[in-house]
């Protein structure tokens, strides 16, 4: 058993990206700029963007973070992406989600610039992704794909589940899956609430990700011996004993599931750092490689 070790990779992928922008810079050269919005005062949501914003830093990119007040109108909230949509410095925009329940998230998606649209969530980027054409992949999926591809695992002809149909990830993941590209070509199966008799599909999977935010939901017996297993799910559970007050817990039983699978993900350092260096290399190419393919 090998764990796919996500703190691991995302160093790699993140000092690959800290020489490219030096190299930019050396030449003159735009530096990458992300701009985040944030609206209201929800604890993960705070500590995500928290994240985003040092990772910009760590790598030399520019950012901005917007904090808009929960009760901010959606016609207000689409006028600050307009101002950033035409600001030529900033490169990519994020909202971070979910957003407060008066406000529709896609009138929001809808209103970034989809050349601009570094987590991919725009309907364009959507329909250019499931074309094959290049666009932004949302951070989760190519993050795990990057995973796939520096642990070079072999995919083609395997049987994935993807358990979860969330537009952030469970859907993109399935497509990106069964692709004709490397590290794609699986058989696809997606899994979700209603789906019969789970455990028998993903008792078959080659590629289990399990993306269904119930912790420790993927048991022992629901796996393939030599399975690669992909968690997903990041839910906090109070615990007096940590300092923060919460844990961190997997949609997989890691303990049991892990001796049974050849490459595993842990919770958390599998999948979280890949999602941010994911993010940092779509901000990266809305400033370089996508630039003149996205305009
Ligand atoms: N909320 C949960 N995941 C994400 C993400 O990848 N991007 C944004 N903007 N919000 C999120």
Known sequence: MQILDGKLVSKSVKNYLAQSVTIQKEKGKKIPHLAAILVG???????????????CEEVGFNSTLLRLDESVSEKSLIEHIGFLNDDPDVDGILVQLPLPVHIKEEHIISSIDPGKDVDGFHPVSMGKMVNGLPTFIPATPYGIMLML???KIETSGKYAVVIGRSHIVGTPMSILLSRNTPYGNCTVTQ???KTHDLASFCRQADILVAALGKPEFITADMVKEGAVVIDVGITRIPDNTKKSGYRLS?????????????FITPVPGGVGPMTRAALLKNTFNATVALKAVMN
């Not at 005062?41 to 990772?55: L, R």
Request: glycine share 8%; hydrophobic share 20%.
């Open 41 to 55: 005062s929800n604890g993960a949501s705070e500590t995500y963007v928290a994240g985003k914003i040092k990772d």
């Open 149 to 151: 591809e520096h642990y």
């Open 250 to 262: 997997g949609d997989v039983k890691y303990d049991e599931v892990a001796p049974k699978c050849s």
């Open 191 to 193: 899994c979700h609430s």
